[in-house]
């Protein structure tokens, strides 16, 4: 088994490469299948080996099995770090009616494109976007920088990436007992893939969860 993961790496880097990405990307009009979703990609933030993976079936493809094998249909929803909206649009049309999503993205070039592609797979849903960055170091209503990478999935807290030449988004900056007093919820499921944009808190929103559940 260990032998064939270099192999596996390989092929993967190939199929999921730039030039790939580009050819598939205008072939299918930047639209792709994921699962029973259909996805948009048609913004310049979505690089083309994005859009390979997503043509093969490989974007996000552990958090899309976890998320139909185990996710609970009968619970709400925190999701952080929801990026264009791939395993949001799943966990979406998974929920029972009445089940409540809320979709945290810190990146403000992101919005529009997940909106949209959550209207698309769920518009019966009922489902909550909240722009800002989880961060427990900033006091409530203060924003937190955030230095904008050249994709979805390359932005990072400035703290720890920057540059004279970085792009730097001041987002709201949010705690997860913030979000679920102001979204109202019981008992729910916290889905975090944060890819690195909020580093510095992932470990104390690990934290703050069982806390936050009795706020």
């Excluded at 048609?42 to 099995?65: C, K």
């Excluded at 809320?102 to 976007?129: H, Q, Y």
């Excluded at 988004?169 to 889905?191: F, I, K, M, S, W």
Aim: with cysteine; glycine share 10%; net charge positive.
């Amino acid at each position: 088994m260990r032998a064939t993961l270099p192999v596996k790496r390989a092929a993967a880097s190939v199929l999921c490469s730039a030039p790939v990405g580009r050819v598939v990307g205008r072939v299918l009009g930047h639209r792709f299948r994921s699962g029973d979703c259909r996805i948009a990609t048609d913004t310049r933030l979505v690089g083309p080996r994005t859009e390979a993976a997503l043509f093969w079936g490989l974007y996000e493809s552990a958090e899309l099995r976890f998320v139909r094998q185990h996710l609970r249909r009968d619970l709400d929803v925190v999701e952080l770090g929801a990026s264009i909206g791939v395993v949001s649009s799943c966990i979406a049309r998974k929920l029972e009616p009445g089940r409540r999503l809320v979709c945290v993205e810190a990146n403000p070039g992101l919005l529009g494109l997940l909106a949209e592609n959550l209207r698309a797979n769920a518009p019966t849903r009922d489902v909550s976007l909240r722009h800002g960055a989880i961060a427990y170091d900033r006091p409530p209503g203060s924003d937190v920088p955030l230095a904008l990478g050249e994709t979805n999935v390359a932005s990072r807290l400035a703290g720890s990436q920057g540059g004279p030449s970085t792009r730097i988004a001041q987002v709201p900056a949010l705690t997860l007992g913030q979000v679920l007093r102001d979204e109202c919820y019981g008992r729910y499921t916290l889905v975090s893939d944060v890819e690195g944009a909020e580093a510095e808190s992932s470990c104390a929103t690990a934290r703050r969860c069982a806390r936050a559940r009795r706020s």
